[in-house]
Nanobody, 123 residues
């Protein structure tokens, strides 16, 4: 069973920076997509950033220019560098991953979530 473990959350002042990391265990396969979602109190979970195994990156408009995601040097790891943080970035951040497999007749997609790590931006 694939498990995703996040680290790096915490409390930071507005304008500050934090770096989140996520590592996957329990699989020998490369994960096709890894990334980050977040959920603020009373709001739906939303995409923050994703990166494919080929290096294609997608960011939410709200974080473009401030956040950077990258696949780590170790297999099946992903980082999120968050700069110029704003109070509205306060949320629980979840690591997310997708593995796709194909057979001669079918395609399968497996989705995995981490437990989440709290990021609080406040003075």
């Amino acid at each position: 069973q694939v498990q995703l473990v996040e680290s790096g959350g915490g409390l930071v002042q507005p304008g500050g920076s934090l770096r989140l990391s996520c590592a996957a265990s329990g699989t020998i396969f490369s994960l096709d997509v890894m990334g980050w979602y977040r959920q603020a109190p009373g709001k739906q979970r939303e995409l923050v950033a994703t990166i494919t195994s080929g290096g294609t990156i997608n960011y939410a408009d709200s974080v473009k220019g401030r956040f950077t995601t990258s696949r780590g040097n170790a297999k099946n790891t992903v980082d999120l560098q968050m700069n110029s943080l704003k109070p509205e970035d306060t949320a629980v951040y979840y690591c997310h991953a997708i593995r796709r497999t194909t057979t001669p007749t079918d395609k399968y997609e497996y989705t995995y979530w981490g437990q989440g790590t709290q990021v609080t931006v406040s003075s």
